[in-house]
C-alpha cells in the first residue's frame, strides 16, 4: 500500500506544472462577469486568481462562473460574487505539503496557488491535463420542411453563415478541441452530405452514418455501440454556437456526470399586461408586457459509453433519454451555455444568425 502511495505521488508530482504570476491569470475583484469569462476563455488553463494589492481575495474558474449563472448571477455582476472565497492554497515554507494540497482541490483541473510569509502570490502549481477518449455525432439527417425552397436542394446543416455551412462550423470546432473522430448522422439528401465531406480538407477521422428512416434525435446512437469512448458529444446539425467544447467536457468528467445537459437562457415576452393580485382578489400591481425567461435545451449533449449503449436502434429524441436516465437514478448534468447560441430552426432564425455573425466579424 505504501509504495502504491509513493508511486502515486511520484507521478504526481512529475505531472505538476509551475505557471508564473502575470497579468494573464490574474483579474481585479471589480470586473465584471462578462469581462471575467472572455479573460477565462483565453486562458488554457481556465481559472483566474481574483487579486487586489498582490493579496489573493479567490480564485475563479469557468465551473464558478456556470454555476453563478444558473443560480442568477448576471453578467454585469462583479466577479466577487460569483469567486471561490477559499481556495485550497499552499505555503512557500512548507513545499512537502504540495503533493496533499494539490490532490486535495476538489476539481478535475486542479490548481494549487502557492504563498508567501506574507500572503503574496509567489506562483500557481496546476496537474497537468488528464486525457479521455472523446468522440463526437452530428445529427444532420433532419429534412428541414420549415425552410420550403431554401432545403428544396440542399440539406438543412449546409446553408451558409458567414459564406460557411453550418455542418463546416460545427466541423471546425469540433477539429479545434480535438475530437480525432466525429460521426456524421443523415438522411435527407444525404448524398449532398457526403460530397462535401469528401472535398473537405481535414485531419479528424469523419464518418457518415446513414439513417435509412428517420431515428429521430437520438437514434442513430445505437450505431456507436462497437465504438469505444469515454465521452459522446451530440449535437444538433443546425446550432451555431461559440460553446467552449473543453469546459463542457471537463464540467461532464469532473462531475460525475452519465448525462450532461447543455442549456441556454431564452428569453419570451408576453404581449398583453400581466396583473397581480392578492388571495382576498385585491389588486396588487400590473406589468405591462412582462419578459419570462427561462432555460431550454440547445441541442449539445454529453452521454457516457453506458447511457450511449443503451439507446435502442429505433426512432428516439434525447428528451427521451435524459428522462428515462433520469428515472432510472443516473446523475444529470446541467451545463448553462453564456456563449453565442442560436438553434436555426426556421427561416426568422437563419435571418437573425447571418446578422448576428456579420456583425461578430465586422
Not at 500500500?1 to 508564473?20: G, Q
Not at 504563498?115 to 433532419?142: Q, R, T
Not at 419570451?268 to 412582462?290: H, R
Request: proline share 4%; net charge positive.
Amino acid at each position: 500500500m505504501f509504495i502504491k502511495a509513493f508511486i502515486l505521488k511520484l507521478k504526481v508530482l512529475k505531472n505538476m506544472i509551475k505557471i508564473k504570476i502575470s497579468k494573464k491569470i490574474i483579474v481585479s475583484p471589480n470586473k465584471n462577469i462578462l469581462y471575467t469569462m472572455n479573460k477565462i476563455n483565453e486562458e488554457k488553463h481556465y481559472f483566474l486568481l481574483v487579486v487586489e494589492r498582490e493579496k489573493l481575495l479567490g480564485t475563479v474558474s469557468d465551473g464558478d462562473i456556470r454555476r453563478a449563472i444558473l443560480k442568477g448571477s448576471e453578467l454585469k455582476d462583479k466577479v466577487l460574487t460569483c469567486m471561490n472565497k477559499n481556495p485550497v492554497t499552499a505555503s512557500l515554507e512548507n513545499k512537502n505539503d504540495f503533493y496533499r494540497l494539490l490532490k486535495s482541490v476538489p476539481s478535475f483541473k486542479k490548481f494549487l496557488p502557492v504563498l508567501d510569509s506574507k500572503k503574496k502570490l509567489k506562483y500557481v502549481l496546476i496537474d497537468e491535463e488528464k486525457n479521455f477518449n472523446k468522440i463526437a455525432l452530428i445529427m444532420a439527417g433532419g429534412f428541414g420542411t420549415r425552410f420550403g425552397s431554401k432545403t428544396k436542394f440542399i440539406p438543412k446543416p449546409l446553408l451558409k453563415v458567414s459564406r460557411k455551412p453550418m455542418l463546416e462550423l460545427l466541423l471546425e470546432k469540433l477539429e479545434k478541441f480535438d475530437y480525432e473522430k466525429i460521426f456524421i448522422s443523415t438522411h435527407y439528401l444525404h448524398r449532398k452530405i457526403e460530397d462535401f465531406i469528401n472535398k473537405r480538407k481535414s485531419n479528424s477521422d469523419i464518418k457518415i452514418l446513414l439513417e435509412k428512416k428517420p431515428l429521430g434525435t437520438a437514434g442513430s446512437i445505437n450505431k456507436l455501440k462497437d465504438i469505444n469512448f469515454d465521452i459522446l458529444t451530440v449535437i444538433n446539425g443546425d446550432i451555431v454556437t461559440d460553446i467552449d467544447l473543453k469546459a463542457l467536457n471537463t464540467f461532464h468528467i469532473e462531475k460525475n456526470n452519465d448525462v450532461t445537459v447543455t442549456v441556454a437562457k431564452h428569453r419570451m415576452q408576453i404581449p398583453y399586461g400581466v396583473i397581480k393580485f392578492d388571495d382576498s382578489q385585491n389588486f396588487i400591481a400590473v406589468e405591462e408586457k412582462p419578459d419570462i425567461f427561462n432555460y431550454v435545451l440547445s441541442g449539445i449533449y454529453c452521454l457516457n459509453k453506458e447511457i450511449a449503449n443503451s439507446v435502442e436502434n429505433k426512432k428516439t429524441d434525447m428528451p427521451n433519454i435524459i428522462e428515462r436516465s433520469h428515472k432510472k437514478g443516473k446523475k444529470v448534468g446541467v451545463f448553462p451555455i453564456y456563449e453565442y447560441w442560436m438553434d436555426v430552426g426556421n427561416p426568422k432564425d437563419y435571418r437573425l444568425v447571418n446578422r448576428d455573425r456579420k456583425t461578430k466579424h465586422s
